[in-house]
């Protein structure tokens, strides 16, 4: 195998340009074999969809390298039929759960190199995107459509990994009511950068978005979904349709009910019953479970188990979810691609 010069150690979440990407268009109805290219440049025409009209869905999966020295490709084809789902929001082509996941395991082996090695906590994070493309001007939908798989190896993505972080909830509403809140589009994360770096000049780690109907309800923290844990052994996630369904969420509610003995419960989450809590946390692909210290709302600072230490049922949680990742114990089935 190639060898590259990263300090795996201290990965952060930060681009770096691997060798190969996958690339395919969509023309006339159809799209054609796709291929793998060094050029990690987009050529697209200046009338394209995406740049003026937010015409592009996008997703994020992870590969882990095993004790073993073999390769665990994590729920893929639970992100190929969201993106499916993005993309029918969007009105754009879908990409055959099929295709998706060849694409992805191309590129996981093209770029196998980049992979972190085992104990290090790094990853290889893969990025597959739709964009609309070709010459147009209307707000319609595009003529044409690119579908890319690129990948970069990545560490922590919250400063910290499993010590506890402080959020604030936000004044701002990350989607609407009824809007695009569920799909992963990129007008939501448009949408996401002002009220995410006002947190980060208060030095939250992020902000925490209400329910944009009522404003009383916990939706999401930051490019992650909402958890906790009550003392009565629950484990507790928003539900709405203005959330992300996140894939590790769902994951952690298997895990927490089928290894934990926890009860699953998706539903309400005031913002103002947070002491119902014993621990919490942000969970998502590129946030791992990430523990929650404080919540800032308005002039109350609400702290859950610790300022400093990781809950117990958070760390199980941890160590179950990323102990399958890595190979280190038995995933439940259909949830690993051996490459
Ligand atoms: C807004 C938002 N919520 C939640 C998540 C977590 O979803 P997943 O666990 O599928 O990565 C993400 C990341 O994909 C996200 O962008």
């Not at 190639?2 to 799209?31: H, M, P, Q």
């Not at 290894?259 to 309400?268: H, K, N, Q």
Request: glycine fraction near 10%; aromatic fraction near 12%.
């Amino acid at each position: 195998m190639k060898k590259v010069d990263i300090d795996w150690e201290n990965l952060g979440f930060t681009y770096i340009k691997t060798d190969l990407r996958y690339l395919s268009y969509w023309k006339n109805g159809a799209w054609d074999a796709g291929v793998m290219t060094e050029d990690n440049q987009v050529h697209i025409s200046e009338g394209s969809t995406a740049l003026h009209y937010g015409q592009t869905a996008f997703e994020g999966l992870k590969a882990y390298r095993c004790k073993d020295d073999s390769i665990n490709l994590f729920r893929a084809d639970e992100n190929a039929k969201r993106l499916q789902d993005s993309c029918r929001r969007l009105l754009m082509p879908e990409v055959p759960t099929d295709v998706f996941i060849k694409a992805c395991v191309d590129v996981v082996k093209a770029n196998e190199h980049f992979i972190p090695p085992y104990g290090t906590g790094g990853t290889l994070y893969l990025r597959p995107y739709i964009v609309g493309v070709g010459n147009n001007i209307g707000v319609n939908p595009a003529p044409e459509y690119l579908f890319s798989v690129f990948c970069m190896p990545v560490g922590a993505y919250f400063k910290g990994g499993l010590t506890p972080t402080n959020f604030v909830v936000s004044e701002y509403d990350r989607a609407a009511g009824h809007g695009t809140g569920a799909a992963k589009v990129g007008g939501n994360y448009a949408a996401s950068l002002l009220p995410g770096e006002e947190a980060h000049q208060r030095q939250f780690s992020d902000c925490i978005y209400l329910d944009p109907i009522t404003h009383t309800k916990i939706e999401e923290v930051g490019a992650a979904n909402f958890f906790g844990i009550t003392a009565n052994n629950e484990f507790v996630t928003p539900l709405s349709p203005s959330i992300l369904p996140s894939i590790t969420k769902y994951s952690l509610l298997h895990l927490a009910e089928k290894r934990l003995g926890m009860i699953p419960v998706e539903g309400d989450v005031y913002i103002n019953q947070l002491e119902r809590f014993v621990e919490a946390g942000a969970c998502g692909t590129a946030a791992v479970i990430s523990p929650i210290a404080g919540i800032q709302y308005g002039e109350d600072f609400h702290v859950f188990y610790s300022e400093t230490e990781v809950g117990p049922v958070t760390r199980k949680l941890y160590d179950e979810l990323c102990g399958i990742q890595f190979g280190d114990k038995e995933a439940p089935e259909g949830w690993i691609i051996k490459i």
